[in-house]
């Protein structure tokens, strides 16, 4: 893409990569507002979720890939204990939790470099 410029690049992007998911986003809110909060489907889609989620950070931790894989496995184990400790013991804060791993893994890079 070097010989397009900044306004061809963006448009790209976003063609390409903002409006498909917007897309499914948008027909997921509308068909969401009929689906009861207790519903069978709804259970689903949240185990869904959940299990993508643990399927992404499993990857992480176990087979990362670019800069990632040179952190020892316990540097990578331990931010995530951390951040799931930070996010229990700071009311269920995402944020926290993910702020508290971050700062663990980078605090451990720094050492031991």
Request: hydrophobic share 65%.
């Amino acid at each position: 893409m070097s010989g397009l410029g900044e306004g061809a690049a963006l448009a790209i992007v976003v063609l390409v990569g903002f409006l498909p998911t917007e897309i499914w986003r948008s027909l997921a809110v509308l068909a969401g507002r009929r689906v009861e909060e207790g519903s069978g489907v709804l259970l689903w889609v949240r185990a869904v979720a959940t299990a993508l989620l643990a399927a992404v950070v499993a990857r992480l931790l176990f087979a990362p890939a670019g800069a990632l894989a040179a952190v020892p496995l316990a540097l990578r184990l331990g931010a995530v204990a951390g951040g799931v400790a930070g996010f229990v013991a700071l009311r269920r804060s995402v944020f926290a939790g993910v702020l508290i791993g971050e700062i663990i893994l980078m605090a451990g890079i720094a050492l031991a470099g």
